[in-house]
């Protein structure tokens, strides 16, 4: 059976498929809870009101914990700062006129109180500053908050410029450990981002991995490739996506969606031929 985790160069475990709980609101203490049941045991979440019940996240912990006896120690949690740019002017969780520093360690407090934790398994930075010294900055208590042990690993996210990720690598003491884009044609599918992962050991996780790419994935090659083994093309596209060392994000609500999903961890790769073909796709739809 292939490895269901990678290891980070941080030395964490990371699952290589993770359950996205965005744009969830109520209804996320009871899907967290059906995609660890279902076999997931990585979480990512944010402490962003605007898009993510955070709180409810937590709360799905706890009833993991104390109904299903599966503990917090045997889950990743993956959670973000984000930027005042980010939040909803009346839902901000933190103090909007404490300096930059402060509001990244009052929303780190945030995010542990929020997940009845004590420390959090990756952190990652929402998206970057307006300018580079203030994303230096947040990255500096994030690196203060590794060295204390609260948090295991650091990570990027909607950075898209392949210039700002290799400056803030160079400058950073402890280095990015993951960076989390979305994964579309807009963006030239990261192509000089995912090859910097590569160089330097980052682990490229993926969002709105099926949603931004209906056209590949309902293309008669990838119905044949599905038809063929007898499952979805999405299966096949988060093959495809696993098989070119991305971590995969889904943020499915449909519990067949969820177990048809973590089959593919199990799935043999595609063919050269076949990654070929749906990587020749990508480069046409840029």
Known sequence: ??????????????????????????????????????????????????????????????????????????????????????????????????????????????????????????LVMHGPMRAYDKTLEVWHVFEELHSQGKVKQLGISNFYDPEAVARLYSDAKVKPAVIQNRFYADSGYDILIRKFCKEHNIYYQSFWTLTANPTIINSNAVKKMAEKRGITTSQIFFRFMMDIEVIPLTGTTNETHMKQDLAVLDMPSLSSEEIQIINEMLSDSI
Not at 10 to 39: C, H, Q, S
Not at 46 to 68: F, I, M, N, R, S
Not at 74 to 102: C, H, M, V, W
Not at 113 to 121: A, C, E, G, P
């Open 1 to 122: 059976m292939a490895s269901h985790t990678v290891t980070t160069s941080a030395g964490v475990k990371m699952p290589r498929f993770i359950y996205g709980t965005a744009w969830k609101k109520d209804r996320t203490t009871e899907l967290v809870v059906k995609a660890v049941l279902n076999g997931f045991r990585g979480i990512d979440t944010a402490c962003q009101p605007k898009h993510y019940q955070e709180d409810l996240v937590g709360q799905a912990l706890l009833t993991l914990q104390k109904e299903h006896n599966i503990s917090r120690e045997n889950l990743f949690i993956q959670t973000k700062f984000t930027s005042l740019d980010g939040q909803d002017p009346q839902r901000i969780p933190y103090d909007r006129n404490a300096p930059l520093k402060e509001q990244v360690r009052q929303s780190f407090a945030k995010s542990l109180s929020n997940l009845h934790t004590d420390y959090i398994d990756s």
